[in-house]
């Protein structure tokens, strides 16, 4: 180890964020209706992801209910994600935090209101790119102790959730 470099332990937290695009040929409106009020049903999900034990995503709804703005996100395992808006701005994006409900296992085991791999937060950012919609979606996770040691792996499978998400979100707006 090099001079001044810290020892790493194995029950050091990493947290990564991760970041996908998509045009969307839709209008401005509705485009924020589906990000902000999700209903992905009907998209298949990619085979791997029933391989690694992740639950499909159904729904994702927005209660703004003064004094704070909240979302929950339903999927097929019965669990939710209660998401508390931090920032919002309507029309261009709003950011989140995710909340798991308990025993919202992924991977058959890892429990992400509690394990070693958990998301933190999430935002999605919409502007105009020629005739259509640039909608990005940013997600931020930690991993920590030894699941560091999957960290390239769990990058990969984040990154095509990302894509799942924004291709279904892009579907529902582009065939109404």
């Known amino acids: 180890m090099g001079r001044g470099a810290a020892a ?30 999700v209903r992905i049903d009907s ?14 995503p159904l729904h994702a709804e927005l209660f703004d209910e003064p004094p704070e703005r909240r979302r929950v996100a339903y999927f097929s395992n019965g669990k939710r994600f209660s998401q508390e808006i931090t920032s919002w701005k309507p029309l261009e994006s709003y950011a989140f935090t995710f ?28 502007f105009q790119n020629g005739g259509g ?21 769990i990058a990969i499978v984040m990154s095509a959730f990302q894509r799942y998400l924004l291709s279904a979100i892009k579907k529902s707006c582009e065939e109404g």
């Open 8 to 37: 790493r332990s194995w029950r050091d937290v990493d947290s990564t964020t991760l970041s996908s695009a998509i045009r969307v040929l839709a209008t401005p409106e509705t485009v924020w209706r589906n990000i902000t009020n």
């Open 43 to 56: 998209s298949v999900p990619p085979r791997l992801f029933t391989l690694l034990g992740i639950p499909k």
């Open 99 to 126: 909340r798991a409900d308990p025993g919202f296992n992924v991977a058959y085991v890892l429990d992400l209101s509690q394990g070693p791999f958990r998301l933190v937060s999430g935002e999605y950012h919409m």
């Open 133 to 153: 919609i640039e909608v990005t979606l940013i997600s931020t996770y930690v991993v920590e102790g030894l699941m560091r040691l999957f960290s390239i792996p």
